[in-house]
């Protein structure tokens, strides 16, 4: 967590700084805004500018946390939905968490596969780079089975 000067701590926050401490785009604000996420951020009242209390501010940088996770926002609105009723939510956002832990897990095993195939792809070229004919089928061989494993 970001500490902030007196001043900082009572002053709101201008998008671009919002954004810069999130790491979320204006546009994505605007959007999580427009679609409920966010609650309506207040307006400078001369301008219209969004100007954002520490309140918000603070929840933003904690979406960007979940969303560096890849959580969807259906999955972001379920934590804030849960995290207002408190401690009672408990076991939901344990459960949040452990689907989105899983579905995590999965895309790491595939980006796995993905890489050994990548990796069979470079021994295949390098064997016949080489005339090594040997090496070759075993590539192949292997490829052969991890492209079964990429559908």
């Excluded at 900082?8 to 810069?20: G, H, K, S």
């Excluded at 459960?95 to 989105?100: A, D, G, N, S, T």
Aim: glycine share 8%.
């Amino acid at each position: 967590m970001t500490s902030f000067s007196t001043v900082e701590q009572a002053a709101e926050l201008p998008i671009r700084e919002v954004a810069r401490r999130t790491g979320f785009s204006r546009a994505t604000l605007r959007y999580y805004e427009s679609i409920g996420l966010v609650a309506p951020v207040a307006r400078d009242d001369s301008s219209g500018h969004r100007r954002y209390d520490e309140r918000a501010v603070q929840m933003l940088e904690a979406l960007a946390c979940l969303r560096t996770t890849g959580m969807g926002v259906e999955a972001m609105r379920a934590y804030l939905h849960n995290m207002e009723r408190g401690h009672v939510a408990a076991a939901d956002q344990r459960r949040l968490f452990e689907e989105h832990h899983a579905r995590v897990m999965r895309e790491i095993e595939q980006l796995h596969t993905r890489a050994r195939y990548l990796d069979g792809k470079v021994r295949l070229w390098a064997a016949r780079e080489a005339g090594d004919a040997d090496g070759q089928a075993g590539a192949i061989e292997d490829l052969g089975v991890l492209t079964e494993a990429l559908r």
